[in-house]
């Protein structure tokens, strides 16, 4: 029963801890919605089947291009002069996410022709048990992103890790069952043995689609 009930800990810990955040992940499945670049001279309006295009702002927007994403937008990223569009995704956000060669990353150029995308596989870091870490926060591959004046996007990825001081006593084992105990209770308190930290800084190259670099933080 002990080992039972510890397996269900383990297959139950990556849904709780994604309850946290499983909302980010929700796209609008109606409606329009426009993604500003910084100073807000370009946006991006894309409807409810996914058909986008690029504007210039002002008075009378002018239309630049028109294309169909290929799914809707999870995050939208476009950059001061219009001259690059990123569409991120998070981890288990569209259909079939739950597999690492699921697309997470898109860049566009100006034109709204996709340059290069990635996949979880190749950005997100799914695991390393040695190091008792794995895929941040459930769902949350990334914690921040953002397009510099050079044409770079930045992203910040992030991981789960075993906190073991932060454990409740016996939860870095199969926990006890004594006393039949809600399983989903044991899960609940196993969850404070672990916390979401920064992994690594991904910089791509906008223009070209490449992955430039990426360092550990």
């Known amino acids: 029963m002990k080992s039972c ?3 269900a800990v383990l297959i139950l810990l990556p849904a709780l801890a ?3 955040t499983v909302r980010a992940c929700q796209v609008p499945t109606h409606g329009t919605r426009r993604y500003y670049s910084v100073n807000r001279k370009y946006f991006v309006k894309v409807d409810e089947g996914g058909r986008a295009a690029l504007y210039r702002n002002g008075r009378r927007s002018l239309r630049l291009w028109e294309n169909t994403l290929p799914q809707l937008p999870g995050y939208l990223l476009v950059s001061n002069d219009g001259n690059s569009i990123v569409m991120i995704e998070r981890y288990g956000c569209a259909g079939s996410s739950t597999r690492p060669e699921t697309p997470v990353i898109f860049i566009y150029d100006e034109s709204g022709k996709e340059v290069n995308s990635f996949t979880v596989a190749e950005v997100a870091h799914l695991s390393q048990p040695r190091e008792g870490i794995s895929l941040g926060g459930g769902v949350n591959w990334y914690h921040d992103s953002r397009l510099t004046p050079a044409g770079e996007l930045i992203v910040q990825t992030q991981v789960t890790r075993l906190d073991r001081k ?7 084992s ?3 069952t004594k006393g039949k105990r809600d399983p989903y209770l044991i899960v609940r308190e196993s969850l404070r043995c672990y916390r979401t930290v920064p992994y690594e800084r991904l910089r ?3 223009a070209t689609g490449r992955l430039l670099d990426r360092a550990r933080i």
């Open 174 to 176: 199969a926990p006890s």
């Open 18 to 20: 994604g309850i946290a």
């Open 204 to 206: 791509f190259d906008t």
């Open 166 to 172: 932060e454990c409740p006593e016996g939860m870095t």
């Open 5 to 7: 009930v510890f397996a």
